[in-house]
C-alpha cells in the first residue's frame, strides 16, 4: 500500500525573491513546481511544515503537519522561466534519526535506503523515504544528539536546463559541481537570492 506522499510545502519570507529567481508565483503566494505546490509569504523564515496525503492528526517528529487528500496535478504545473520541473527532495534534520524513521514509518511511510554520511569527526546518518515525485530525506548525528524537534531544513529542485537556471539567477547561484547522484550536477542558490530557505537546483 502506497505511503503518505509530500503534497505542499509552506515557505516564511517575501514572495517577490521568489519570482525574481525565475518562479510563477501566483498573486495567491501559491508555486506549484511538478506535483508539490509551495505556499510562499507565510510569517517568518525558512520552511514552515508540509502537507502530506493520508490520515491522521498533529504534527510528524516536530514538524507541523497538515493532511491532504491528494497530490496537485502535475498537468496544472506552470513553466517557469528557470526551468525548475520538480521537487526532488526535501531535508529532514533530525537530532535522532532512529526515532525520526519511526515517526515516519508511523506515518504509513517505508524506509528505502540508508548511508553513513560527514566525517570522521562529524559522523551523520542518512535515510530516504519516497512515495510519489519528491524524496524525503532524513540526516542528523551518529550517535544521536539530545531530543529536539526535527526541522524541515532545506529541499533541492530538478531543472530541466541547469545551464539555464544559472544564466537566469547570474550571481545569486553557485558553481555548478558533480552532483553525489552518478551523472547529475548541481548547485546552490546563495543567500543574497534572498529566498529565505536553502535551496538547491539539481540536472535531471
Known sequence: MPGPTLTAL???GPIAPWRAAGFVVADSGHCQVGAVELRLGGPGRGILGWTLTGTGEGDVDGIPTERAVRAPSVEHAPAHPNTAIRVDHVVVRSADVGATFAALSATGMLLRGERVAGSADAPLRQGFFRHGEAIIEVVGPDPPAPPAPSTLWGLTMTVSDIEACAARL???????RPAVQP??????VAREAELGVRLAVMSP
Do not use: Q, W
Not at 547570474?170 to 555548478?176: A, C, F, K, S, T
Not at 551523472?183 to 546552490?188: L, M, P
Open 183 to 188: 551523472g547529475r550536477r548541481i548547485a546552490t
Open 170 to 176: 547570474g550571481d545569486r547561484l553557485g558553481p555548478i
Open 10 to 12: 509552506r515557505i516564511g
